[in-house]
T-cell receptor, first 115, second 111 residues
Framework: ETGVTQTPRHLVMGMTNKKSLKCEQHLGHNAMYWYKQSAKKPLELMFV???????ENNSVPSRFSPECPNSSHLFLHLHTLQPEDSALYLCASSLGASLNTGELFFGEGSRLTVL | TQLLEQSPQFLSIQEGENLTVYCNSS?????LQWYRQEPGEGPVLLVT?????EVKKLKRLTFQFGDARKDSSLHITAAQPGDTGLYLCAGVESGNTPLVFGKGTRLSVIA
C-alpha cells in the first residue's frame, strides 16, 4: 500500500458522538497535516505535525483533538461536533519539516456529516 | 478578504476547446503551486513555480507565474473530459508562512 490513506471515507455522527478519523502515510515523510474543505471556502489548515510534534494549531475549536503517535500516523478525534463542522477532512504529508516545503501529498479525504 | 482569488469559479466547456483560469493576489508569493482535485479524491500537485515570469508546460497544460509574483495562470489546450476537476492554486508568501489555498476553479469538460 502506498501514498496517504484515510479512514473512514464517510462518517455520519450525531452531535453527542465521539469518533476518530485516521490517516496513515507510507511515503517516509516527516510532516503531516489536517485540512478542512468546505463548500465555497478555500482549504483551511487545521493542524501541522513535524516529527510527531504539533507545530501549528490554526485556532481550531477544542472539539477537534489531533494525535500523532509516530511520523506515519495521524488521528483527528471528534467530540460534540456541530452541524457546521460537516465537511471533507483531508490529511496530507510532506517530506520537509517546514510548512512551505515542496509538495503536499493528500489522502482521499473523510467526508463527515454531523446531524 | 481572500488572499488568493481564483477565476472563474465555474467553467463548463466542450471537449477540444482551450481555456485559461487565473489565480490573483495583491500579495507577493515566493512560490505558487497548482493542484487538481478530481471528484472523490484529494488534491494532486501539478506544478510549482518559483521565478517571476516563469512558464512551465505539462503536456497540454501551460502554467505561468506573473513577473511580479502576484498572479498565475493555467492554460489548457484542447481540453479533454479527463481534465474535469477542481483546480486549486496555493501560495507561500515568505519564510515560514503556511501554504494558503484559493477557493478553486471547478472545470467540467463535456464530451
Amino acid at each position: 500500500e502506498t501514498g496517504v490513506t484515510q479512514t473512514p471515507r464517510h462518517l455520519v455522527m450525531g452531535m453527542t458522538n465521539k469518533k476518530s478519523l485516521k490517516c496513515e502515510q507510507h511515503l517516509g515523510h516527516n510532516a503531516m497535516y489536517w485540512y478542512k474543505q468546505s463548500a465555497k471556502k478555500p482549504l483551511e489548515l487545521m493542524f501541522v505535525y513535524n516529527f510527531k510534534e504539533q507545530t501549528e494549531n490554526n485556532s481550531v475549536p477544542s472539539r477537534f483533538s489531533p494525535e500523532c503517535p509516530n511520523s506515519s500516523h495521524l488521528f483527528l478525534h471528534l467530540h460534540t461536533l456541530q452541524p457546521e463542522d460537516s465537511a471533507l477532512y483531508l490529511c496530507a504529508s510532506s517530506l520537509g519539516a517546514s510548512l512551505n516545503t515542496g509538495e503536499l501529498f493528500f489522502g482521499e479525504g473523510s467526508r463527515l456529516t454531523v446531524l | 478578504t481572500q488572499l488568493l482569488e481564483q477565476s472563474p469559479q465555474f467553467l463548463s466547456i466542450q471537449e477540444g476547446e482551450n481555456l485559461t483560469v487565473y489565480c490573483n493576489s495583491s500579495s507577493v508569493f515566493s512560490s505558487l503551486q497548482w493542484y487538481r482535485q478530481e471528484p472523490g479524491e484529494g488534491p494532486v500537485l501539478l506544478v510549482t513555480v518559483v521565478t517571476g515570469g516563469e512558464v512551465k508546460k505539462l503536456k497540454r497544460l501551460t502554467f505561468q507565474f506573473g513577473d511580479a509574483r502576484k498572479d498565475s495562470s493555467l492554460h489548457i489546450t484542447a481540453a479533454q473530459p479527463g481534465d474535469t476537476g477542481l483546480y486549486l492554486c496555493a501560495g507561500v508568501e515568505s519564510g515560514n508562512t503556511p501554504l494558503v489555498f484559493g477557493k478553486g476553479t471547478r472545470l467540467s469538460v463535456i464530451a
